[in-house]
């Protein structure tokens, strides 16, 4: 193009020097082509084609003006001289504004493009930065504060009283005429991004060439639709995260529905069996009462499976109440006093062990033991829960281990019952406590509501206490119970 | 990048920080000397290297990372160029040891004599814009002020090329564009740091003694010294090279010289 200018220019002045008519020449006004041609295409390239145009064109004035003074050919090749000065700056000044008015355009619809999405800060900011250096012709750098951290595109890291810092600390935009560090200035303007809740970045463009008035007030403009550009960005992405989010809890709350309903009824099936067992006892012997005639040692016995059966009904109905009250978020009531631990579990282990013939229960009690303050009743109940299912998982003839000892760490009494069971799958070690939870396979080796457990945590944590199940090696399972003392 | 990377400090250096006060006034002490006690040829001579180096010196003072270091700078480029002066009026082929300016300036400036392909580019450029400003001006000149070209004897242009090259184009554009237009630059946008630099070197020359103050002269050098001068300073802003304006003003006046009346 710019060959062509320059042939178009000496073409010009070859015309108007073999004209007869020499600067009068019409061929004068056909320096505006080249003149034009060049102020569209490079904008300011119109005043030095304008240059150029009179360079060529004074060679015909001057003689003219040595030769025949002011006369009106000489007037108007002046003029022709002026004219075309004026349509070379200007027309290379409204070009160069109209092509910067198209970049500003494209820079705002290439940011739109740039945020647009679901990628994170750090790769938009990559983006922004390509498409504006592309746009604004030098380096562009971008600081955007991420919560505690702060994104950046065009360095590493940020320099303390770098521009883009000293703007992100005063909020002020700021013009350094030179940044150093080389032969020819290095101009630089950094404006501040601005959110709804203040600076939220700053936005650096960097050139060896000038950044004008007209050129660092585009660019204000421009980093405040970038600011809200990206605020809009992180807003729209952080509403993407929350529904995302609520959509997961929603799934996970509608699974853990299902499965609560699922062992519902589970335990429905299971404590109408459990229920029916001892009422059927009950209901038989009541009936063999009622329509018999017995020895005094028979009604003796049949009195004791009665009330042993009672007894069973009782639990069973006891461990109802209690889980209604710990759905309901209620701690079971408690009638708390001053309690040897060690004794409560003796006794616990002394009845078991009279009842329970098909175990060896071991007992390992420490003395003396540090007093809780504990309801005796549940702390009995919960040995003996814990006793219970030890013998109704583990096989028969093999030992239950029984201990009461100070816990070594706090002031607290740690009781332990272990057995020699086939132990607990890893992942529901953490479920065992859970309301209704029975291991898998758990029902077919005994029976029960999965209930028990349960209400043993909520009687421990009630007491401030803290229960956990592990399984030991080579096989087996303990319970570790441990209940503060009394200070 | 800079804006991000390093901590920036506003300028705080004065316009003319690191001007070599001392050995200026000592050139021009030196000069008012020779102008009152000797001969007008060797007073001449005096004078030119004095001129000459106080641009040079001054430019190598300005130009310096550490300028003070540099305070003596204009007595040594007077040297080498009065040195050199005495040879080319001296020895018959002498002018060659205005070659030697160069050398020296390059020799104390390592950072001026580096090569590259931008260097190259400025170079050419340079030389198209003073072949086509010389050509010109060798055109319009001879169109209107009675000025004809003359080829002249070789020698005597080689002489005057030699001496553009070593004191009178080195000189100009080692102080008004990579001293002035660059420090004003550092500050200024272009157009103001070009008028300042255009400004300053159009009224050196306007003042040179070597230049007929007719009106038409004094016009039509202002005209093409100024085109010159704002030329240069875009060239040196483009390329960052010295090279350009060298290149350009020692075509332009290379043209010059062939104008006799």
Known sequence: MAVVIALTLAGITAL??????????????????????????????????????????????????????????????????????????????????????????????????????????????????????????????????????????????????????????????????????GARPRRCFVAPLAGRGGITGALALERRGDIGADERRALLALATHLGLALENARLAARQRRFAEELAEKVTAATRHIVEMDRMKSDFVAIASHELRTPLTALQ???????????????????????????????????????????????????????????????????????????????????????????????????????????????????????????????????????????????ADLVRVFEPYYRAPGGARVAAGAGLGLAVVKSLVDAHGGTIRAENVAPHGTRMTLILPALS | MRALEYASAPLRSRLLEATPLLALAALAAAW?????????????????????????????????????????????????????????????????????????????????????????????????????????????????LGFHVRPGRPADLLAWLAYDLGANVLAAEAFFRAGLFARVHRRWPFAVAAAVSTAASVTRYLLDPLLPHTPEILAGAAFYLALLGVGNCWLLARHGSLAGPVAAGLLFFAAYRLLVR
């Open chain 1, 16 to 181: 108007i020097a073999v004209s007869e008519a020499g600067v009068a020449s019409l061929w004068r006004h056909a320096y505006h082509v080249p003149v034009v041609l060049a102020a569209l295409r490079w904008g300011g390239g119109g005043t030095l084609a304008a240059l150029a145009a009179i360079l060529f064109y004074t060679p015909f004035v001057l003689p003219a003006l040595e030769r025949a003074g002011p006369s009106r050919a000489v007037l108007e090749a002046l003029v022709t001289l002026a004219l075309l000065l004026g349509v070379g700056v200007s027309s290379g000044a409204l070009a160069a504004g109209g092509r910067r008015q198209r970049a500003r355009y494209e820079a705002l619809v290439a940011i739109q493009r740039a945020v647009d999405g679901d990628a994170p800060l750090d790769i938009v900011l990559v983006r922004l930065r390509a498409c504006l250096e592309a746009r604004l012709g030098g380096l562009i750098g971008i600081a955007v504060r991420d919560g505690d951290r702060l994104a950046l595109a065009g360095a590493a890291a940020l320099a303390p009283g770098s521009p883009v810092a000293q703007v992100l600390g005063s909020g002020a935009p700021l013009y350094v005429s030179d940044l150093g560090g």
């Open chain 1, 284 to 426: 038989g012997f009541s009936e063999l009462l009622a329509t018999r005639r017995f020895a005094p040692s028979d009604l003796a016995r049949v009195g004791t499976i009665m009330h042993a059966e009672t007894e069973r009904l009782g639990r069973i109905v006891a461990d109802f109440l209690d889980l209604a009250r710990l759905e309901r978020g209620l701690a079971p009531p408690l009638r708390r006093t001053r309690v040897d631990a060690g004794v409560v579990v003796s006794e616990a282990v002394e009845v078991l062990r009279r009842a329970r013939t098909t175990h060896a229960l071991e007992l390992f009690c420490d003395a003396p033991l540090p007093p809780v303050d504990a309801d005796p009743d549940a702390l009995d109940r919960v040995v003996k829960n814990l006793v219970g299912n030890a013998v109704k998982y583990s096989p028969a003839g093999s030992r239950v281990r029984v201990a009461a000892r100070p816990h070594a760490a706090s002031p607290a009494v740690e009781i332990t019952v272990e057995d020699e069971g086939p132990g607990i799958a890893e």
């Open chain 2, 32 to 144: 008012g000397l020779a102008a009152l006690t000797l001969p007008a040829p060797a007073a001449r001579g005096i004078g030119l290297a004095a001129a000459h180096g106080g641009l040079l010196g001054t430019a190598l003072a300005w130009t310096a990372a550490d300028g003070a270091r540099e305070r003596w700078a204009p007595l040594e480029a007077a040297l080498v160029l009065g040195v050199a002066t005495l040879f080319a009026h001296l020895v018959p082929g002498g002018v060659v040891a205005y070659a030697a300016v160069p050398a020296w300036l390059v020799w104390r400036r390592a950072d001026w004599r580096r090569c590259g392909a931008e260097h190259a580019r400025a170079m050419l450029t340079g030389a198209l814009f003073g072949l086509l400003l010389g050509l010109h001006l060798l055109v319009n000149a001879s169109l209107t």
